[in-house]
């Protein structure tokens, strides 16, 4: 049974950091692009970042570039997102997901979690 479980997540000051972590099971997750997207309330989903399987190729959102780094540790099965310098524009609901290939596209997701609540206030 594949699963991707969110963790980290949190009620943080502006200005604040957190560590989302990603636990994968029932797939190689060294094999597959792991990627972040948040969705806001009222909004829809975006992506934040992406790693593809090598961990050498990233990509992150504009609006996190210098702020946010994604990172993956094949040998746990886990991939973290960490977050610096959180603004409340970053509150929103932060989901997981896989592909198993190269792709960072929300429409390639083969897999997703269900997503931790990141709140940024003060």
């Known amino acids: 049974q594949v699963q991707l479980v969110e963790s980290g997540g949190g009620l943080v000051q502006p200005g604040g950091s957190l560590r989302l972590s990603c636990a994968a099971s029932?797939?190689?997750?060294?094999?597959?692009?792991i990627s972040w997207f948040r969705q806001a309330p009222g909004k829809e989903r975006e992506g934040v970042s992406c790693?593809?399987?090598?961990?050498?190729?990233?990509y992150y959102k504009d609006s996190v570039k210098g702020r946010f780094t994604i990172s993956r540790d094949n040998a746990k099965s886990t991939v973290y997102l960490e977050m610096n310098s959180l603004k409340p524009d970053d509150t929103a609901v932060y989901y997981c997901?896989?592909?198993?290939?190269?792709?960072?596209?929300?429409?390639?997701?083969?897999?997703w979690g269900k997503g931790t609540l990141v709140t940024v206030s003060s």
């Open positions: 790693i593809r399987s090598s961990g050498e190729s990233t």
């Open positions: 997901a896989a592909h198993l290939g190269s792709s960072c596209s929300h429409n390639a997701i083969d897999y």
């Open positions: 029932g797939f190689a997750l060294g094999a597959a692009t």
